[in-house]
Each structure stands twice: as C-alpha cells, then as structure tokens.
C-alpha cells in the first residue's frame, strides 16, 4: 500500500493484497486520513468483483457523511454494477474533477 498526500488529497494505491485486508488497513489507519478526501486506486490489481468494491461501502458512508470525498478508481470493474452509494471511476484524472466538484457543492451549501 502506497500514500501519496496531494493537498488535501491522501491517494491510496494498493498493488497486492486483497481488498478485504486494504478495508481492515484502512479502518485502522483512518484517524490519520480522515480529514483528507481519499482516493483509493486499484489500478494496478486484476479484475476486481462488485462485492469487494462494496467491502468498502460503510468506510465510503462515513467519510462523506464527514464532508469529505471517497473515491475508487478503477477500470476494472463492471460501473453499471456498483452500488450508487459509492463512487468508482476509471481513471485520476476523474477522481480529482469529482472531488472538485464535491467541494464546489460543500462551499455553495449543497
């Protein structure tokens, strides 16, 4: 597991083990990110199923109900399955234009 701090933007890159077990590293070391947005890229993993883009749903559920951004990029994963509780995107690039977007929306009071 790779952290990169990018402004107010903690990037998670997970090259090996599982997302269940990126899930449980995460709980435990989310006081130290949780008031960063977060973007989790699982760019390098193979084929990842919707049930482990859900294993990350009650952390997604609490990090924005702390207004801030959680976002999964990956383009390996079917996007018309995942839950819209959650968000996914296939590439960055796209993960950083949603969390301006977000904060945009946060300063106007949506």
């Given at each position: 597991?790779?952290?990169?701090?990018?402004?107010?933007?903690?990037?998670?890159?997970?090259?090996?083990?599982t997302?269940?077990?990126?899930?449980?590293?995460?709980?435990?070391?989310?006081?130290?990110?949780?008031?960063?947005?977060?973007?989790?890229?699982?760019?390098?993993?193979?084929?990842?199923?919707?049930?482990?883009?859900?294993?990350?749903?009650?952390?997604?559920?609490?990090?924005?109900?702390?207004?801030?951004?959680?976002?999964?990029?990956?383009?390996?994963?079917?996007?018309?399955?995942?839950?819209?509780?959650?968000?996914?995107?296939p590439?960055?690039?796209?993960?950083?234009?949603?969390?301006?977007?977000?904060e945009?929306?946060?300063?106007?009071?949506?």
């Amino acid at each position: 597991m790779i952290f990169d701090q990018d402004g107010s933007i903690t990037i998670i890159t997970q090259e090996k083990a599982t997302t269940i077990e990126l899930v449980k590293k995460l709980e435990t070391l989310y006081p130290k990110y949780k008031n960063n947005n977060i973007i989790i890229s699982l760019t390098t993993l193979g084929k990842i199923s919707t049930e482990e883009i859900i294993e990350f749903l009650q952390l997604s559920n609490t990090h924005r109900a702390s207004k801030h951004s959680f976002i999964i990029v990956t383009n390996k994963v079917d996007l018309d399955e995942v839950p819209d509780e959650i968000i996914v995107v296939p590439t960055l690039q796209e993960a950083y234009d949603i969390i301006e977007m977000e904060e945009m929306e946060r300063d106007l009071g949506f």
